[in-house]
């Protein structure tokens, strides 16, 4: 399995970034999901897409700036972020996996993971 996230940059506060997420080796029934982890933070999620039925789920903190879709013919994953805010600096990291679980997702529970991509939002 290999997960590959990209679309990372800097950007201005009120600015708008597309983070990519592409997958090889996972089925389109996989979980994915966004975390992100500022430094000297622990890695928190932001969003995730359930595979076998498209819902969605998001922190408090992105809920109606950031959307989370999937493209299940390319196992791929996108994360729209809108109205962005110093706070969203973070190297940002796509995960899945072939389960699903309640309450709020942990890294732990998540056995794919991308290598991270930067992004930074100067105020």
């Known amino acids: 399995v290999q997960l590959q996230a990209s679309g990372g940059g800097l950007v201005q506060a009120g600015g708008s970034l597309r983070l990519s997420c592409t997958a090889s080796?996972?089925?389109?029934?996989?979980?994915m999901a966004w975390f992100r982890q500022a430094p000297g933070k622990e890695r928190e999620f932001v969003a995730l897409?359930?595979?076998?039925?498209?819902?969605?789920r998001y922190a408090d903190s992105v809920k109606g700036r950031f959307t989370i879709s999937k493209d299940n013919a390319k196992t791929a994953m996108y994360l729209q972020m809108n109205s962005l805010e110093p706070e969203d600096t973070a190297v940002y990291y796509c995960?899945?996996?072939?389960?699903?679980?309640?309450?709020?997702?942990?890294?732990?529970?998540?056995?794919?993971w991308g290598q991270g991509t930067q992004v930074t939002v100067s105020s």
């Open positions: 995960a899945a996996d072939r389960y699903s679980y309640a309450g709020t997702p942990r890294p732990n529970q998540y056995n794919h």
């Open positions: 080796g996972i089925f389109s029934y996989y979980e």
């Open positions: 897409v359930r595979g076998s039925t498209g819902g969605t």
